[in-house]
């Protein structure tokens, strides 16, 4: 009997010194330094919905979609989450990177300014001045705004410079609005003010394009699949999640990060994303699953007035993958 003991003792104690399967270290570069928008992700590290995909998350800020794309392209980042239409410019010169999952399927680009002054609507801008900042994602497609709502370049003034200047123009009062996110630069004004914004949204006057999403690269995809569905299943659930609780994911975003902003404006940021996350084709589905029309639409915007090659047009399809996502329920 002593003998048997021993043995399944012996035994009992192989089976303990046999480690846990260690989680896949998978590293996520952001588009930029944090704010509202990427609170699912700190979300669902936090909540422990990406280890129980087997996948131990580090995140990292980023310094701009296409930095964070090169990033993912030459692999020092798994993945990214990036502005896709930004991703595509890379993505047609040769850069191998396709996105995994499209999250914001509405456009954030808007006009904004103090919502004291009175600015709601495209006509309002006349004898204004806009701030922008030259060569970026949301003054190639201006002029596609102002063709939309009939408004002329000779209607308002401008102001140029970079991201901060631009910021600075509007709260010290040389520009009455600004080319933003509606949940980034508008919580960056109040943070810094106390000011309520209020955005003139691209979107409302018919301008339907794509926006954030998660990327990877294309070698790694076909050589992690069930890693990628397994990131992709976390990171839908952690989406939503997260929008059920936009306050408690924005407070992750605090605890991983203590100075990155204030609780009050990134909740508000991140609540202003969620509407953005589907279309009225996509309503009724999970996050990320983006129509193949909507992005055929975003490439034809792109190529007609964001300086993307007229070659995408012949197969959007090239830039993004719905392969990977979790199906209905599961």
Do not use: C
Not at 35 to 46: I, V
Not at 250 to 262: S, V
Not at 263 to 290: C, H, M, N, W
């Amino acid at each position: 009997m002593k003998r048997w003991i021993g043995a399944v003792s012996a035994v009992l104690m192989s089976f303990a010194a046999i480690p846990a399967q260690a989680a896949d270290k998978v590293v996520l570069m952001l588009n930029w330094y944090v704010y509202g928008e990427h609170a699912p992700f700190y979300y669902g590290k936090a909540k422990g919905i990406y280890a129980s995909e087997g996948i131990d998350l580090e995140i990292q800020e980023g310094r701009g979609s296409a930095a964070t794309t090169q990033a993912v392209a030459a692999k020092t980042a798994d993945f990214g989450y990036v502005d896709v239409p930004t991703m595509m410019r890379a993505a047609i010169k040769g850069a191998p990177v396709v996105a995994t999952g499209v999250l914001l399927q509405t456009s954030p680009m808007s006009a904004m300014g103090f919502a004291d002054k009175n600015i709601r609507k495209p006509e309002d801008i006349k004898g204004k001045t806009v701030a922008i900042t030259p060569a970026d994602s949301m003054t190639q497609i201006w002029p596609l705004f102002l063709k939309k709502t009939g408004l002329k370049e000779s209607d308002f003034k401008t102001v140029a410079g970079d991201g901060q200047t631009k910021l600075n123009a509007v709260i010290n009062g040389q520009a009455d609005l600004l080319l933003g996110y509606v949940m980034d630069q508008s919580m960056k004004i109040k943070d810094a003010t106390g000011k309520d914004v209020y955005p003139i949204k691209f979107a409302d006057y018919g301008i339907n394009m794509v926006s954030s999403g998660v990327i990877a690269n294309t070698d790694y995809v076909k050589a992690n699949a069930d890693l990628v569905r397994r990131f992709m299943s976390a990171t839908t659930k952690a989406v939503e999640a997260a929008e059920k609780e936009p306050k408690a994911a924005a407070q992750t975003i605090l605890d991983a990060n203590p100075k990155g902003g204030k609780i009050d404006t990134l909740t508000q940021g991140f609540e202003l994303t969620i509407p953005l996350y589907r279309t009225a084709e996509t309503k009724s589905k999970r996050p990320f699953q983006v129509t193949d029309q909507n992005m055929t639409d975003s490439v034809n915007l792109m190529v007609e007035y964001g300086g993307l090659d007229a070659k995408a047009k012949e197969n959007p399809k090239a830039f993004y993958t719905n392969d990977y996502l979790p199906k209905s329920g599961s």
